[in-house]
């Protein structure tokens, strides 16, 4: 048994925009959304060991076969055969139920790290093909690149539309439910404004008039404090600001550093989990032997 031990980050990402489009007979939506990376992180290790096993930092979070990692497992498992089985160990730092994709991050980076532990050389789309029955989102953190993504968000039209700006995110310690927030939505198939000509041609500062996350009309009814904390962001200085996918996550894009440094801090002295992630950022999707 290899005695090598793996690390990687796998990363959050928010919402810009999200025009919730048609209702589908399989029960998904079609949608159109602009997807860009933070800072927020979970930490993996993964090792050999005698059984497949998966630890997490938060006890809260299952483990069992609903988790996303082990869904990604098994998907993997099916579609080439594992030749060993390992100890996953990951510490988490992204708030479940938050709209920042964690689940479906963990379980992107899950795949990417066993398909190059194994050396089994399956390309990015071999993933993504494999992955569709774990999560919409998880084409787009196995790319790694940011973009427009359609279908049920599965269909990603890589575009840089990473902010250069800074943003700060909050999770106001009460999860969303994606079934909920999708069932109370009404979908527009014709949306007022185009979203990829906002993300790449208007100004940010212009984004409150024409940049909007259709499932804010489902979730702030229910999740008060959700839309208590887009008012913050503005309070704090944020020229935008929004929920993230299904919430209940809200994030605000500031200009300058010190203050959104100061908003920053302000939800930490609330006991509220946040991050701050710098102009244009980029995630290092590097997967490293440790030692």
Same mark, same amino acid.
Not at 4 to 29: C, F, M, Q
Not at 106 to 115: D, S
Not at 203 to 223: C, G, H, K, M, S
Not at 266 to 290: C, Q, V
């Given at each position: ?94 708030? @479940? /139920?938050? !709209?920042? *994709?964690? +689940?479906?991050?963990?379980?992107? %980076? ?6 190059? &532990? ?27 690149? @940011? /973009?427009? !993504?359609? *279908?049920? +968000?599965?269909?990603?039209?890589? %575009? ?6 800074? &943003? ?124």
């Amino acid at each position: 048994m290899s005695n090598e031990i793996w690390i990687a980050d796998s990363y959050a990402k928010i919402n810009l925009g999200l025009h919730v489009l048609d209702r589908l007979p399989t029960g998904y939506h079609a949608i159109e959304t602009g997807f860009c990376f933070l800072e927020w992180r979970d930490r993996f290790e993964v090792r050999q060991a005698p059984e497949m096993k998966l630890e997490l930092s938060d006890e809260e979070i299952p483990t069992d076969g609903s988790n996303l990692i082990n869904k990604a497992i098994a998907a993997l498992d099916r579609y080439v055969g594992l030749k060993n089985n390992y100890l996953i160990r990951v510490d988490k730092r992204i708030p @479940t /139920g938050a !709209g920042l *994709g964690g +689940g479906s991050s963990n379980a992107a %980076l899950t795949l990417r790290m066993l398909n190059k &532990i194994e050396e089994m050389g399956l390309s990015d789309d071999e993933l993504i093909d494999l992955s569709r029955n774990i999560g919409a989102d998880v084409p787009f953190f196995i790319k790694g690149k @940011t /973009g427009i !993504g359609k *279908g049920i +968000g599965h269909e990603i039209e890589e %575009l840089d539309i990473q902010p250069n700006h800074w &943003i700060v995110a909050c999770y106001p310690n009460k999860q969303s439910s994606t079934a909920e927030a999708y069932k109370y939505c009404v979908p527009n198939p014709d949306p007022d404004f185009d979203l990829k000509k906002t993300l790449t041609e208007e100004p940010i500062d212009e984004w409150q008039y024409t940049l909007f996350n259709d499932l804010e009309q489902a979730v702030f009814p229910r999740i008060h404090v959700s839309g208590n904390l887009k008012d913050q962001m503005y309070e704090f200085g944020a020229i935008y600001a929004s929920m993230t996918g299904s919430g209940s996550a809200v994030y605000g894009i500031f200009e300058q550093d010190f203050v959104a440094t100061n908003a920053y801090q302000g939800f930490l002295e609330l006991d509220l989990p946040a991050s701050l992630t710098r102009p244009g950022f980029e995630p290092d999707y590097g997967i490293y032997r440790k030692g």
